[in-house]
């Protein structure tokens, strides 16, 4: 007798998209508008009436599950709207979908935008002025400062600068009230050290990225430090 086996494909299904036409008709009494983007971004503008809940804080959500939910995010190459309604469809929500073209696209087509006025206060003075800092600077300075490592905590615990705290830079606005004092900000991607500069600095703490990273810093001979610390 020939057993035939059978092999099923199970294709996840698309999270579900909304226009922006649709989007602007919403009875935000019956939905919500969520911006997933960093708080930041979002003081810097937002759609009327969209709340402000970074991906990386989704869990923090308290709807009705039924709720009509739409996520956006900046638009155009960023998927953090797409993610966050697969996230929130697989925490049991069954009414979400993400803005097609996400903000950018909502002001571009003439749809308002509301901007908050955030007071930030001014950093004091530091050490460094200006931009990234060379790794032999920061050596000679290192404990006077505070070292901040905003990689995955995988590379972080792979290999660290001596005293520095972990918050990764996708959580970093959630973190950012334990930081203390002149900050160095390593990774090994400038494009991300330099987001991550940016949004200190927009907080009103003295932020430096560390020039060349995480990499520099090992090439230049300095010592790097292995296993868990900080966040």
């Known amino acids: 007798m020939l057993l035939a086996t059978f092999a099923i494909q199970v294709i996840a299904a698309e999270p579900a998209t909304i226009s922006l036409q649709d989007t602007a008709a919403l009875d935000l009494a019956k939905g919500s508008i969520i911006d997933v983007r960093y708080t930041g971004d979002y003081h810097r ?28 995010c900046s638009g155009i190459g960023c998927s953090l709207s797409m993610d966050a309604t ?27 935008i509301v901007k908050d006025t955030v007071d930030v206060k001014p950093a004091g003075p530091g050490i460094f002025e ?10 000679k300075n290192l404990k006077k400062l505070y070292i901040l490592d905003v990689r995955p905590q995988a590379e972080f615990e792979a290999g660290h600068l001596p005293g520095a705290w972990n918050i990764p830079l996708e959580r970093l606005s959630d973190g950012m009230g334990e930081i ?24 009103g703490i003295d932020a430096h990225g560390l020039s060349g990273g995480v990499g520099a810093w090992a090439g230049s001979g300095f010592s790097l430090v292995t296993g868990a610390a900080g966040l």
């Not at 990386?56 to 709807?63: C, G």
């Not at 996230?87 to 069954?94: D, F, I, R, S, V």
């Not at 203390?180 to 907080?203: F, H, M, N, S, Y």
């Open 45 to 72: 503008g937002h759609i009327k009436g969209a709340v402000s809940l970074p991906f990386y804080r989704l869990d923090k959500i308290d709807l009705p599950k039924d709720r009509p939910i739409v996520t956006y």
């Open 86 to 112: 697969a996230k929130l469809t697989q925490m049991g929500y069954t009414n979400v979908r993400y803005l097609l073209g996400g903000i950018a696209e909502w002001e571009l087509k003439g749809y308002p």
């Open 130 to 139: 200006g931009g990234d800092v060379q790794a032999a600077l920061v050596n």
């Open 180 to 203: 203390q004092g002149e900050t160095i900000v390593c990774d090994r991607q400038p494009r991300r050290w330099k987001r991550a500069v940016t949004i200190l600095k927009q907080a």
